[in-house]
């Protein structure tokens, strides 16, 4: 992706994008292919899917941020492993396709003032990314048995459920969305947004740690980053977006200087935390032969709890499974007969990011709300499993310990979806950007991924994201067209 | 070096050397003995040295997971339709 000597010293662009995944790479073709000079600064490399061996522990090291080692400290302390590479993580999600729910645009535009944000606004921005991600809801046939084991209970339950959309074509359920897809049946913004801006002239620099955003005069001037191997390299341009992610672009642009005056940089954090349980079941599952999420549950979406499909290989399996020793060993033994699913809370606990050395440190504590609701999700995810007729179930609680009396700290959790540390907020004292996703005070200065959303979600946050960025890219087209 | 190795290396400090430190106890009788009195480490260490043991083909054949022939479909399935 990147040229054999990479660029040093200084280039010219009219924007500058750094980050290639859900929001840089939209930002970035759109920009292109409106005739704008745009450079792209990724930091991770381009993975290609020719070294793609569908083996977790292998993947893992390569894919993911840290290997996927990512934590945060508070109670409990939560995984949070981000993709790493021409794609970010789209390249490793499970290509999940929800548009922003409208109670949530609603609320955006009372508590945060983004009046611009309405559905007639956003709706031909989420058209766009939908057709350009062939976003389509999956068969009965591709979701495989282990949605077959949700829907199942769903129905005897009389609880709201369907298939996901997602983001794949000519999927043939290779079970590995998580660990890069073998048949680039997922369409992730390295295959899709990345090639359209490099088709369209924007220069794609792998391995450029973006380090600083330099403005002058109240307005964009450059971007400065290191080049693996120590180079220096300024790309000098008048328009910047930033979408180094939820967890990096607030550290970038406090490094820079920047979007530090309303106090909310770094604050905010929502995590979108989650679990998930296993069924022993007597019919055949083989969960990784079919599409990991491609079912869910949202009964309870209204109460914060939804439910979604989640699966894997046998060694996927064997580090989620909660059990140890000789049980660990004779449940592994019976891997074609469990099933998973997932609960995913939509938190109202906030968190921080700030900078420690050289690294993110993220604090993030779990709230008594969302811990019932935890609680609350535990025990219905029980009653799914045993209503699709499970002959044993295993939550993430240690050993007599029932979902009801479970204590944050007790909880495994993960997440993945780390959303609102640049959030974005009408008032200048209360957010970073503008609901143009404009840095407050700074001329030139754009942010585009899940860092401006000021808001828990409650669903999958990539097409929002995307479309948000559609959105920003037709802005300045705009601008640009009138100057 | 391993799979888990490698896994291991990516991991920033500390948890690099907490979990090589894990890893190493859970290998011998007496430090799994250790491990056992807590729940959390026994899951985490039992977890991860049973994802080494079931990354490798043979065990994972075993019960029905063949990565070697996933990714010999996805790139017969590129290479047939032009997929990137």
């Not at chain 1, 910047?240 to 979007?259: K, Y």
């Not at chain 1, 906030?350 to 900078?355: A, D, E, Y």
């Not at chain 1, 991924?449 to 948000?468: C, E, R």
Request: net charge positive; glycine share 12%.
């Amino acid at each position: 992706m990147s040229p054999a000597h990479p660029p040093s010293g200084a280039i010219e662009a009219d924007v500058c994008v750094i980050g290639a995944g859900a929001g840089g790479a939209v930002v970035a073709a759109e920009l292109a292919e409106a005739g704008a000079r745009v450079v792209v600064l990724e930091q991770g490399p381009h993975h290609h899917a020719d070294s793609f061996s569908a083996r977790p522990l292998q993947m893992m090291s390569t894919l993911y941020r840290d290997g996927g080692h990512g934590m945060t400290l508070g109670s409990p302390p939560i995984l949070l492993p981000l993709g790493r590479g021409v794609g970010g993580t789209t390249l490793v999600n499970s290509g999940t396709c929800f548009r922003t729910p409208p109670g949530i645009l609603e609320r955006w535009r009372e508590e945060y003032g983004l009046e611009q944000l309405t559905e007639p606004e956003l709706d031909p921005c989420f058209e766009r990314v939908e057709k350009a991600l062939s976003v389509a809801e999956v068969t009965p046939q591709l979701a495989g048995g282990n949605a077959a084991v949700a829907r199942r209970g769903a129905e005897r339950l009389g609880w709201s459920s369907g298939y996901l959309r997602r983001n794949a074509r000519g999927c043939v359920g290779s079970g590995v969305c998580a660990f890069g897809c073998p048949t680039s049946a997922k369409q992730h913004t390295g295959i899709t947004y990345i090639p359209r801006a490099k088709a369209a002239g924007a220069r794609i620099i792998t391995g450029a740690d973006a380090r600083h955003v330099a403005v002058a005069r109240g307005r964009a001037q450059a971007v400065h980053a290191r080049l693996e191997g120590g180079a220096h390299l300024e790309v000098r341009a008048a328009d910047v977006v930033v979408a180094a992610g939820t967890i990096h672009t607030p550290l970038l642009l406090a490094r820079s200087g920047l979007g530090g005056r309303s106090g909310e940089l770094g604050g905010n954090l929502a995590l979108h935390p989650a679990t998930a349980g296993f069924a022993l079941m007597d019919e055949i599952v083989d969960m990784a032969k079919g599409v990991p999420q491609s079912f869910y549950v949202d009964e309870f979406a209204a109460e914060g709890i939804m439910f979604e499909g989640v699966a894997g290989p046998p060694s996927y399996v064997a580090m989620s499974l909660p059990l140890s020793g000789q049980r660990h060993a004779k449940v592994m033994a019976r891997y074609r007969n469990l099933a998973q699913f997932g609960l995913m809370v939509s938190d109202s606990s906030r968190g921080r990011v700030r900078l420690q050395g050289a690294r993110p440190l993220i604090r993030y504590d779990l709230n008594a709300e969302d811990l019932r609701r935890f609680r609350v999700g535990l025990e219905r995810l029980r009653e799914l499993f045993q209503a699709a007729g499970a002959r044993e179930v295993f939550l993430p609680l240690p050993t007599g310990v029932s979902p009801g009396r479970v204590t944050a700290r007790q909880l495994k959790l993960m997440a993945f979806h780390p959303l609102g540390t640049a959030r974005a907020h009408a008032d200048p004292e209360r957010g970073v950007v503008d609901g143009n996703l404009a840095l407050h005070g700074v001329r030139g200065v754009h942010i585009a991924d899940g860092s401006v959303i000021p808001s828990s979600l409650g669903v999958n946050p990539q097409i929002t994201i995307m479309a948000l960025a559609t959105r920003l890219a037709f802005n300045l087209i705009e601008d640009q067209n009138k100057t | 070096m391993s799979d888990l190795d490698a896994f291991l290396a990516a991991a920033p400090q500390p948890q690099r050397s907490s979990l090589r430190m894990l890893l190493a106890l859970a290998r011998r009788p007496k430090g799994r003995l250790l491990l056992g009195r807590s729940a959390t480490l026994a899951q985490l260490t039992d977890g991860l040295l049973a994802m080494e043991h079931y990354e490798e083909p043979a065990a994972a054949k075993r019960l029905g997971w063949d990565a070697q022939a996933v990714t010999a479909r996805g790139r017969a399935l590129r290479r047939a339709e032009g997929r990137p």
